[in-house]
């Protein structure tokens, strides 16, 4: 059974920041993409970024020159490292992998407030 867990979620201040990692554990092979979406209230889920096994990125507009992300293919593990958070960034952020065989794996789930 394959598992996604993320952490690093919470609340933080706007200007703040926040890094969130998500394992994947189980039988999972040839992971082709990891990447992070989010979906706040009354909105459809979006892709924030999304990073290939060969390194290349892709970002949201509106997390370039914010947000980077980054992985470990040894530990099936990727990270979303967010810096100068907003109000507008605040939502439930979901992990995604993607194998070569065309199979998708979702995290649960991990809440972000951007709130003084």
């Known amino acids: 059974q394959v598992q996604l867990v993320e952490s690093g979620g919470g609340l933080v201040q706007p200007g703040g920041s926040l890094r969130l990692s998500c394992a994947g554990s189980?039988?999972?092979?040839?992971?082709?993409?990891m990447g992070w979406y989010r979906q706040a209230p009354g909105k459809e889920r979006e892709l924030v970024a999304a990073?290939?096994?060969?390194?290349?990125?892709n970002y949201a507009a509106s997390a370039k020159g914010r947000f980077t992300i980054s992985r470990d293919n040894a530990k099936n593990t990727v990270y979303l490292q967010m810096n100068s958070l907003k109000s507008d960034d605040t939502a439930v952020y979901y992990c995604?992998?993607?194998?070569?065989?065309?199979?998708?794996?979702w995290g649960q789930g991990t809440q972000v407030t951007v709130s003084s």
């Open positions: 995604n992998f993607e194998t070569v065989y065309f199979d998708k794996y």
């Open positions: 189980g039988s999972i092979s040839r992971i082709k993409t």
């Open positions: 990073i290939t096994s060969g390194g290349s990125t």
